[in-house]
């Protein structure tokens, strides 16, 4: 999804079936995952805070990048309008900082490079759970501000899908 120009493609979609068709492709191994905040929470209370907002960003992109893909394959314009992509940005730069720049240039296409960044914070957050470190200050500021950047998102996501049309 990374090369996909969504501005473009949402443009194409309505009117040509056969890219709709690739997106559609595209979406199915990911059709069954889960909104971000929806994993029991009986999980979230083995893991540190940290280790949590971790796991909840890099959900968050694989979430995004599903609906784009799905919406893409039904055919809706406006997909970059549609899909919350401010909202994932906030949250990589809440969970990668000094990253904010590369967001703010590349957005949506550059997300699969940082997929590999939060996969190792989130390892080495559970490294630090497992072996009994205590996180500092920052940390747990950090893990709070995603965590609610991340049910910000999930809450705007259900009541657009509560809505007619939506």
């Known amino acids: 999804m990374s090369a996909i120009e969504i501005e473009n493609a949402s443009k194409r979609t309505p009117r040509d079936p056969k890219l709709r068709q690739l997106f559609e492709v595209v979406s199915r191994p990911i059709a069954n995952l889960k909104a971000p905040d929806s994993p029991p929470k ?29 919406s893409l394959a039904s055919g809706l314009e406006n997909v ?29 296409k550059g997300y699969h490079y940082l997929l590999d960044e939060l996969e190792e914070k989130l390892m080495l957050a559970l490294r630090q759970t497992l072996d009994g470190e205590d996180l500092d200050q920052e940390s747990i500021s950090r893990s709070a501000k995603i965590i609610k950047m991340v049910k910000e998102i999930s809450a705007q996501s259900e009541a657009a899908s509560v809505q007619p049309g939506g």
Do not use: C, R
């Open 42 to 70: 009986i999980e979230q209370i083995f893991v540190s805070p940290l280790a949590w907002a971790y796991f909840s960003a890099y959900q968050t992109v694989v979430m995004v990048a599903s609906a784009v893909a799905k």
């Open 80 to 108: 970059d309008k549609l899909v919350k992509l401010d909202a994932a940005n906030k949250i990589l730069k809440a969970a990668l900082p000094h990253q904010s720049e590369y967001i703010d240039e590349y957005g949506f």
